[in-house]
């Protein structure tokens, strides 16, 4: 046998390495992957602006163990009148969802990404 018959999961145990992606999926605007340990790992982007005082609303592609997993929001700046969004938090979070509020979003609205980690849900990969 040659490395070449082995997937990247088994070459990366056979490397002796600890922690290895198991299983990945998404698209442009929506990714997720799963690590051998069980740790969920989910992004995205908006496929629209979120107007001010918008609410934009996250369904992940796959569910977390509980609502304690890391949630990291971010927009993007407006070149139409120089500012970013005053302030974007997340209104309701859930295992399988998350809304995050938009505030200060001028001139159309922004674009929000946002990067979620925690353990996996009670699914099979």
């Known amino acids: 046998l040659s490395t070449e018959d082995f997937t990247t999961a088994e070459k990366n145990k056979l490397a002796g390495l600890n922690d290895y992606i198991v299983a990945k999926g998404g698209n442009w605007k929506s990714w997720w992957r799963v690590w051998a340990s069980g740790w969920l790992e989910q992004g995205g982007y908006s496929a629209k ?3 001010d005082y918008g609410t934009y609303i ?3 592609n796959k569910s977390f163990a509980n609502n304690e997993y890391t949630a990291v929001l971010g927009t993007d700046y ?3 009148d120089g500012t970013w969004a005053n302030a974007i938090c997340i209104s309701t979070r859930s295992t399988t969802r998350l809304e995050i509020y938009c505030r200060g979003a001028k001139n159309g609205g ?3 990404s946002w990067y979620c980690a925690g353990q996996k849900g ?3 990969i």
């Open 49 to 51: 602006r979120v107007a």
């Open 58 to 60: 996250v369904n992940f």
């Open 122 to 124: 009670n699914w099979n």
């Open 78 to 80: 407006s070149t139409a």
């Open 110 to 112: 922004r674009y929000v």
